[in-house]
């Protein structure tokens, strides 16, 4: 059984819940999830099962779509209603286009800071495993992409919001950095992740009713699940060459006229999947190899 299982995932349950339930239906080891979801969020994880699990990276690289609510005006140590109450503040006197300006602001590249409780590792320990000790590290800022707030709705002090961001964007510092801004603190309350990659909610199957006589139905080739990425076309006599990880600088092993450098599904002139590649100054390079 080789393949994606798009899954949505109900709250009060891990991503570690999901992986061995689909590891009992599919009577496979071989299973791995495409990015974290907090026990108490919902909402899209792929699963990728036996071959699949060779383009988990690559789907954890694509864009993520996030519907969250915060409240203004708390903090807490993991930045969501599981930590610890900190400390408090009225938000009475923010006006809805002030905190509207703020979110909005954080559209674009910036620097985010990871919370303390994350899966993150510094000199080889998990922060969350600090955090837990009281001890509070430095953390350096990672740059992350924020293409779009959308569907914003300020009913102070509670907004919500739908965010589409890059991968390693940790919402719940968002929410977090946007409080700051507005000097009032705040705190994710709910969230649920609805798109990742091609993958999304309204095409999902609950984890619950997920079963060994449903599961083939769901199962989503590993060819469709890289469905993000363009394609291009190679000749049969470079075909070789690439299968067998030779970069190649010839500019005809194509017959696509501009090839970026970025990474690309790869196929021969008789439609075969040949797997993920990608060009630099140096030529094209199979990436990661598919085929069966």
Known sequence: MNG?????????????????????????????????????????????????????????????????????????????????????????????????????????????IPPMYSALKQNGVRLYELARKGIEVEREGRLITIYNIEDIKVNNPYVSMKVTCSKGTYIRSLCYDIGEKLGVFATMTELNRSATSVFNQEQAIN?????????????????????????????????????????????????????CEKLYRVYDEEGNFIGLGEKNNNGFKIEKLLMT
């Open 4 to 112: 994606v299982l798009n899954i949505f995932k109900p709250t009060g349950m891990t991503s570690f819940d999901v992986v061995r339930i689909v590891k009992k239906v599919c009577n496979t080891g071989k299973v791995g999830h495409t990015g974290t979801l907090d026990p108490e969020a919902s909402g899209v994880l792929p699963v990728c099962v036996g071959r699949a699990t060779k383009i988990i990276d690559y789907i954890m690289d694509s864009k993520k779509v996030y519907e969250v609510v915060f409240k203004l005006g708390i903090r807490t140590t993991t930045y969501d209603l599981e930590g610890e109450v900190l400390e408090e503040r009225n938000t009475e006197s923010l006006k809805d286009e002030d905190i509207l300006k703020v979110v909005n602001s954080f559209k674009g590249q910036y620097s985010q």
């Open 207 to 259: 984890i619950n009713d997920l079963n060994s006589d449903n599961v083939n139905e769901y199962l989503i080739s590993i060819e469709d699940a890289l469905n993000s990425y363009d394609t291009i076309t190679v000749g049969m006599r470079y075909k070789k060459l690439l299968v067998n990880g030779v970069r190649v600088a010839d500019t005809r092993f194509t017959k696509d006229k501009v090839i």
